[in-house]
């Protein structure tokens, strides 16, 4: 069976937003009732990194419902406390896949690295209806337990799903995600397998490089920083110049198509189910250990 390249159906510029204590942070995307990127909630980069410009800032204690939140640092690191007694740093290279199910408190507090920068992606994932009000949980994976295959000029971190019968180490996770940082030298072309149907992101961060299908590209090359949308398809081809290295993160995943309510860091079905977040927070049962 031939194989179908993906198209990119969408490219987006990284906006600026301030979040949390005045974070600084790169916008993909975030939670909307259209839902675009489905079962992909927001992507943000943390871009306050520069190092000339006073403490970092963080996100004081917050809460929690109904999503994942996925934490990948490149430099720097995040130190992190939450209502359920967990606390730990997450340090380069490392991924905190955060299941929120029906609730936690948390807060995440950004760290310079020892060359003065912090670098590094947070991604929501939804929940399905049936999860939402899961018990809460934590797949922490520190940096060299990540899966890294590396020849032929390519590097690929498989956090989570498969590549080249590779398997990341966090599992079980509703959407079935795919979540991959990919690096690849001068002119080279790759492919991944992406399942149909999934949706499937890339978000370029070094370098450029060509995404989809030869020609079909709303531009030749896509620079960083830039994140692509795919269109349907079993596989995602990615070509890099003669001299120009690309780096990104690929990922995919189910679509639940279910109608979603999203309001600050909860992400439900219905308005309902959003006035009982606030109910919850006020009576004290938000968090149930
Ligand atoms: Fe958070």
Redesign the pocket.
């Known amino acids: 069976m031939d194989r179908q390249p993906r198209k990119v159906k969408q490219l987006i510029r990284p906006q600026m937003v301030i979040e949390g204590a005045g974070v600084r942070l790169l916008r993909s995307f975030g939670p909307s009732r259209e839902n675009l990127y489905d079962p992909f909630l927001l992507f943000d980069h943390f871009a306050f990194n520069d190092p000339i410009q006073g403490p970092p800032v963080g996100?004081p204690t917050?809460p929690?419902r109904g999503i994942e939140?996925v934490t990948y640092m490149l430099e720097g690191n995040v130190r992190h406390r939450d209502s359920l007694g967990n606390m730990g740093v997450i340090g380069p290279g490392d991924v905190q896949w955060m299941t929120s199910g029906r609730g936690i408190m948390?807060e995440?507090m950004p760290q310079r690295g020892p060359d003065g920068v912090i670098n590094g992606f947070q991604l929501w994932v939804n929940l399905p209806a049936a999860q939402k009000m899961s018990q809460p949980r934590y797949q922490e994976v520190i940096a060299d337990s990540i899966p890294t295959l590396e020849r032929d000029g390519m590097k690929v971190r498989v956090v989570a799903g498969e590549y080249d019968g590779v398997t990341g180490p966090v599992t079980e996770i509703a959407a079935r995600p795919l979540y991959m940082d990919v690096t690849l030298e001068p002119d080279l072309e790759m492919q991944f397998s992406v399942s149909p149907g999934h949706s499937a992101v890339a978000y370029i961060f070094e370098g450029k490089g060509r995404f989809g299908a030869e020609g079909d590209g709303p531009e030749e090359f896509i620079e960083a920083v830039s994140m692509v949308v795919f269109d349907d398809g079993d596989q995602v081809v990615v070509q890099t110049g003669v001299d120009s290295p690309v780096r990104f993160m690929l990922m995919a995943g189910a679509p639940f198509q279910e109608p979603i309510v999203p309001y600050g860091?909860f992400v439900m079905n219905t308005q309902e189910e959003i006035q009982q977040a606030f109910i919850d927070l006020r009576n004290g049962t938000f968090v149930q250990a």
């Open positions: 996100f917050h929690h939140t948390h995440e860091p």
